[in-house]
């Protein structure tokens, strides 16, 4: 028996289910009827590389070690083509691997016959097992990535689902993976609801088709598991926080140049919705807010008085953090030693759950499914989880930014304009599709049932 995870990489659920609806993905859509379809959560940052480590390994990215496609490593545990900066882009995308946790395995860890291919994480997979990773193939994804030519990557998609549908008929793995980023690159140039979107999806549908039907005529079992790691919403101001920081009279380092321009703040901007900014940079230590404030907290006030800034997020330490929004005021938010959720707004409610609070005006002692459940419907879903697993990260930023909608925080040295943008903690960021050609024996909720699925399906 073969599991498969197809990652249609930046897939809204709503531009998924309007596409089966209208007949467009007549495989999918049997999917759907056959087995189960629902939106689930995504993480916090909403961004490819880090959202894919709950399908793989079944946690946070934060917790995994990979706050951002972007961030810097104070501790200067590696020393990459960046420096301290980390960008998972390009010709860095690999190193990912290298910065995992060892504490959790991932899935091709765990799997006997594992195969994938357009994968960012790949620990676990053999040299032969990981397709696309060769050589040979380096020098045409790095033409095609630096040029922006995103028909030349569904050229490069078709071609590297042709060889993996090949394999997976051959060889039978036990755990096959295969991430189609056109969705996404032709959502960041042209928007959700371009036709162009319309057909990266149907490559999804057509990658899903093939197995199921090759499988069928050599009568194999094979489940189907068709997800996104994240949504997409249109954007149409730029702000160059980096500039932003700058103008203040610091010294900053951001990619693409990260090892001159001063030792004051790292902006690491991902999605390009969020955003990890790192001060003090010569002191190698993790330092939490309340000791930053006294030299930080205008750079703070500055950041939230920004059109471009819905939410900044303070971590007081590994349990607590302050989330603040120049329109909603703020809280605190934090986790007992039980392992209890607590929300107390402070001079307002900046994430908009006044409908949970009920008459104390705060939650008190909310398990993480019952935190789950009075923020799905809210602007942020998920978002007491998803603050503190990504704001409690030893190698999160001192001040981390979510994007205000209609605003994204990096313009320059994008090889795609972007008219479309993700990262954010915002809903149409966070709620991902999630298909199955089988009936889960619980509805899934977050991207990390993806992990557990595969897991039940191919154990």
């Given at each position: 028996m073969t599991a498969v995870i197809l990652v249609a990489d930046g897939a809204r659920p709503d531009t998924l289910a309007g596409a089966m609806d209208a007949g467009h993905l007549p495989t999918l859509a049997a999917m759907r009827d056959a087995g189960s379809a629902t939106a689930v959560t995504s993480v916090f940052p909403s961004v490819t590389g880090p959202a894919y480590v709950p399908f793989l390994m079944g946690?946070?990215?934060?917790?995994?070690?990979?706050?951002?496609?972007?961030?810097?490593?104070?501790?200067?545990?590696?020393?990459?083509?960046?420096?301290?900066?980390?960008?998972?882009?390009?010709?860095?995308?690999?190193?990912q691997d290298d910065d995992l946790t060892r504490e959790h395995k991932t899935l091709f860890e765990l799997a006997e016959r594992p195969l994938a291919a357009m994968t960012p994480i790949g620990r676990g997979l053999g040299p032969r097992a990981r397709i696309g990773a060769e050589l040979t193939m380096a020098p045409r994804l790095a033409w095609t990535h630096f040029r922006g030519d995103v028909s030349a990557w569904l050229r490069l998609e078709r071609t590297l689902a042709d060889r993996f549908i090949a394999r997976v008929a051959a060889e039978e793995p036990d755990l096959a993976f295969f991430a189609h980023p056109c969705v996404d690159k032709f959502s960041h140039q042209l928007g959700h609801e371009a036709p162009a979107v319309l057909e990266a999806l149907r490559v999804v549908d057509e990658t899903a088709a093939r197995l199921r039907d090759d499988a069928a005529r050599r009568g194999r079992r094979l489940d189907l598991i068709?997800?996104?790691?994240?949504?997409?919403?249109?954007?149409s101001e730029h702000d160059e926080l980096v500039d932003a920081v700058r103008e203040l009279g610091h010294g900053v380092l951001a990619h693409p140049w990260t090892f001159a321009g001063g030792t004051d703040v790292a902006v690491m901007v991902g999605g390009n919705?969020?955003?990890?900014?790192?001060?003090d940079l010569d002191d190698r230590r993790r330092r939490w807010w309340p000791r930053l404030a006294a030299r930080w907290e205008p750079l703070a006030e500055a950041m939230l008085a920004r059109a471009s800034v819905e939410l900044l997020l303070?971590?007081?330490?590994?349990?607590?953090?302050?989330?603040?929004?120049?329109?909603?005021?703020?809280?605190?938010?934090?986790?007992?030693?039980?392992?209890?959720l607590h929300y107390h707004p402070g001079s307002g409610d900046p994430l908009g759950l006044a409908a949970a609070l009920g008459a104390s005006g705060a939650l008190e002692g909310f398990t993480d499914r019952d935190a789950y459940d009075a923020t799905r419907?809210?602007?942020?879903?998920?978002?007491?989880?998803?603050v503190l697993a990504l704001a409690g990260?030893?190698?999160?930023?001192?001040?981390?930014?979510?994007?205000?909608?209609?605003?994204?925080?990096?313009?320059?040295?994008?090889?795609?304009?972007?008219?479309?943008?993700?990262?954010?903690?915002?809903?149409?960021?966070?709620?991902?599709?999630?298909?199955?050609?089988?009936?889960?024996?619980?509805?899934?909720?977050?991207?990390?049932?993806?992990?557990?699925?595969?897991?039940?399906?191919?154990?």
């Open positions: 946690i946070h990215p934060g917790a995994a070690g990979v706050p951002g496609i972007r961030w810097w490593d104070r501790a200067g545990t590696h020393a990459y083509a960046h420096g301290n900066a980390r960008s998972y882009v390009g010709f860095e995308a690999l190193r068709v997800v996104s790691d994240h949504g997409h919403s249109p954007v919705a969020m955003a990890h900014l790192y001060v303070l971590p007081h330490g590994p349990h607590a953090c302050e989330v603040r929004s120049g329109a909603r005021g703020s809280a605190m938010l934090s986790r007992d030693a039980r392992g209890l419907e809210t602007d942020h879903p998920d978002s007491l989880v998803q990260s030893a190698r999160a930023g001192d001040l981390i930014v979510s994007a205000a909608p209609g605003w994204d925080l990096r313009e320059r040295w994008e090889p795609i304009p972007h008219v479309s943008t993700h990262g954010s903690l915002r809903r149409e960021h966070m709620l991902v599709p999630l298909l199955t050609s089988f009936t889960p024996a619980e509805n899934p909720r977050t991207t990390a049932d993806v992990f557990r699925l595969s897991r039940s399906r191919s154990a």
